[in-house]
T-cell receptor, first 115, second 114 residues
Framework: AQSVAQPEDQVNVAEGNPLTVKCTYS??????LFWYVQYPNRGLQFLLK??????LVKGSYGFEAEFNKSQTSFHLKKPSALVSDSALYFC?????????????FGRGTSLIVHP | DAGITQSPRHKVTETGTPVTLRCHQT?????MYWYRQDPGHGLRLIHY???????DKGEVSDGYSVSRSKTEDFLLTLESATSSQTSVYFC?????????????FGPGTRLTVT
């Protein structure tokens, strides 16, 4: 069965500093991995995904994520945080071996960027 | 929000009354999903559809039913609303180019059951 964990409920970072939001996953084979962002009173927005290829994936708003198969992780990163990056971030995984189109979402990590 | 609308956006209803939430898409995507979002639980899948009249249950389907008579519309019905169904409900869609498709979400419906 597929599963995903976001070990931090909240991440605090100062504006201008690099940020990392952690995600680990469990699947039987090679995963499809996704990051989404949710701003207050909005639906989730797709940020980026890893399917295959280069382990470093670049996405919207300057975010990137690194796929690490040995550590079963897919951490979201940004070199320089903005106050406007403050939001709720969700990691999701889909196991193509399960033949399903249904992803499993993590519980979310609240990112707070302080001015 | 990628051509997805949800109605109503807010609703307050009483325990025991039926409630129907509507999701409408203009993207002609095959897959549609209903989630609920609650503090501490993240997103939980209620039901999903993989085509017209083709639906299946998610992890929290008890007390909910769905229907999809047209590609563009996916309805979620609470047959007899309970206070535990107070939540924010999101509809999502995904495309048909493969299992690698990301999802696109609607703006959400905030439902309060009193």
């Amino acid at each position: 069965a597929q599963s995903v964990a976001q070990p931090e409920d909240q991440v605090n970072v100062a504006e201008g500093n690099p940020l990392t939001v952690k995600c680990t996953y469990s699947v039987s084979g090679n995963p499809y991995l996704f990051w989404y962002v949710q701003y207050p009173n909005r639906g989730l927005q797709f940020l980026l995904k890893y399917i295959t290829g280069d382990n470093l994936v670049k996405g919207s708003y300057g975010f990137e994520a690194e796929f690490n198969k040995s550590q079963t992780s897919f951490h979201l990163k940004k070199p320089s945080a903005l106050v406007s990056d403050s939001a709720l971030y969700f990691c999701a995984v889909r196991d193509p071996n399960e033949g399903s189109y249904i992803p499993t979402f993590g519980r979310g990590t609240s990112l707070i960027v302080h001015p | 929000d990628a051509g997805i609308t949800q109605s109503p956006r807010h609703k307050v209803t009483e325990t025991g009354t039926p409630v129907t939430l509507r999701c409408h898409q203009t993207e002609n995507h095959r897959y549609m999903y209903w989630y609920r979002q609650d503090p501490g639980h993240g997103l939980r899948l209620i039901h999903y559809s993989y085509g017209v009249k083709d639906t299946d249950k998610g992890e929290v389907s008890d007390g909910y039913s769905v229907s999809r008579s047209k590609t563009e519309d996916f309805l979620l019905t609470l047959e007899s609303a309970t206070s535990s169904q107070t939540s924010v409900y999101f509809c999502a869609i995904s495309g048909t180019s493969g299992r690698a498709d990301e999802q696109y979400f609607g703006p959400g419906t905030r439902l309060t059951v009193t």
